[in-house]
């Protein structure tokens, strides 16, 4: 399967600064990647789509401006975090749709751990 | 919303098959069950889907009812590496916005020695 590289693994930061994670796709190119949100002992909660070359689709409740996302390349997703929050403390995972024979699986990285201090 | 229901956890003894139900009785034509699983604190790892036939690959069988409203994922000989939470989930074909995938809360498999 695909493999998807996500980093930093874990980021402690200080309440008000902004964080950026990336999300990359290893070996191929991915035109949509999604981005995900996890709070301990919950689901994962779908934030939004990733759209490269376009404006990012958020899910209802999500701020964009708060959660800033680009994906200026095919194989490169970001999510920058903007004056971050204790309550923005969470586990941030990002997938890949998949291409050709793999057009309806999605691949997961191993997501990011955020800490605001 | 989620729109598949699990029981929120199950024991399995290592070494015997572990069979993991899902319903999803609201299922469209069109809609594909897929199945990923999360080990603690990792990204989820996909397992295995389907549309409407039974399903086998390396890592497990994906059993679906002829009515497809309902579903069952089996692990043939279950490890203690296979303790995860595992996740039924339907959604459209097609990728882009129209092929997210929506976690509902899952199934905690605890595989015992």
């Known amino acids: 399967g695909a493999v998807v590289s996500q980093h930093p693994s874990w980021v402690i930061c200080k309440s008000g600064t902004s964080v950026k994670i990336e999300c990359r796709s290893l070996d191929f190119q991915a035109t949509t990647m999604f981005w995900y949100r996890q709070f301990p002992k919950q689901s994962l909660m779908l934030m939004a789509t990733?759209?490269?070359?376009?404006?990012?689709?958020?899910e209802q409740g999500v701020e964009k401006d708060k959660f800033l996302i680009n994906h200026a390349s095919l194989t490169l997703s970001t999510l920058t975090v903007t004056s971050a929050h204790p309550e923005d403390s969470s586990f941030y995972i990002c997938?890949?749709?998949?291409?050709?024979?793999?057009?309806?699986?999605?691949?997961f990285g191993a997501g990011t751990r955020l800490s605001v201090l | 919303d989620a729109k598949t229901t699990q029981p929120p956890s199950m024991d399995c003894a290592e070494g015997r098959a572990a069979n993991l139900p899902c319903n999803h009785s609201t299922i469209s034509g069109n809609e594909y069950v897929y199945w990923y699983r999360q080990i603690h604190s990792q990204g989820p790892q996909y397992i295995i889907h389907?549309?409407?036939n039974n399903e086998t690959n390396e890592m497990a069988s994906l059993i679906i009812t002829e009515d497809r409203k309902s579903s069952t994922l089996i692990l043939p000989h279950a490890t203690l590496r296979d303790t995860a939470v595992y996740y039924c989930i339907v959604r459209p074909p097609g990728s882009g916005n129209t092929g997210k995938l929506i976690f509902g809360q899952g199934t905690t498999l605890q595989v015992k020695p």
């Open positions: 997938s890949v749709g998949g291409l050709a024979g793999d057009k309806n699986i999605q691949y």
């Open positions: 990733s759209n490269e070359g376009s404006k990012a689709t958020y």
């Open positions: 389907g549309l409407k």
